[in-house]
């Protein structure tokens, strides 16, 4: 079973599980971008972030995509790089059971920070803001080498 946090094997790359909507059959993911694609996305979201200062209007609502709502990590190995909010419609528990880390407690406590915040479902604000980071997520971890 598949805990918030849990970093997992998605695809060619890794994604954090978030959540798991039985109502709406969707899981939340936040994927996590390559370092090269996180400094670009760091970039722009910085620069609408001076233009939102500036007073430009449209940066506001720019910045309410989805394509800028993510975190900055600092879990181990997964350093310089984003987790990127996003959601799928695909069974990821049937799909991927390989949990290959999990989040440190400080990206924990950011991104329920982050999805607390406006824009994100308000089934899925209503989840975090329920989870508690005091005991040890327990999960299986599977190391899986990296090529």
Request: overall charge negative.
């Amino acid at each position: 079973m598949l805990h918030f946090g849990n970093i997992i094997k998605w695809g060619i790359g890794e994604a954090v599980y978030l959540y798991k909507s039985e109502q709406f059959q969707t899981t939340y993911l936040a994927l996590i971008l390559t370092k090269l694609d996180s400094q670009i996305k760091i970039q722009e979201r910085n620069w609408l972030d001076k233009k939102l200062r500036k007073g430009e209007p449209w940066a506001k609502k720019r910045l309410e995509h989805d394509q800028y709502k993510f975190i900055e990590l600092t879990t181990k190995d997964f350093e310089e790089r984003i987790a990127l909010y996003d959601r799928c419609f695909d069974d990821v528990d049937g799909v991927c059971n390989i949990v290959i880390s999990t989040l440190n407690q400080t990206d924990l406590e950011e991104l329920r920070k982050e999805i607390d915040g406006p824009g994100y479902p308000e089934e899925l604000r209503e989840y975090v803001r329920k989870l508690d980071f005091s005991e040890s997520q327990k999960v299986e971890v599977k190391k899986v080498e990296k090529k």
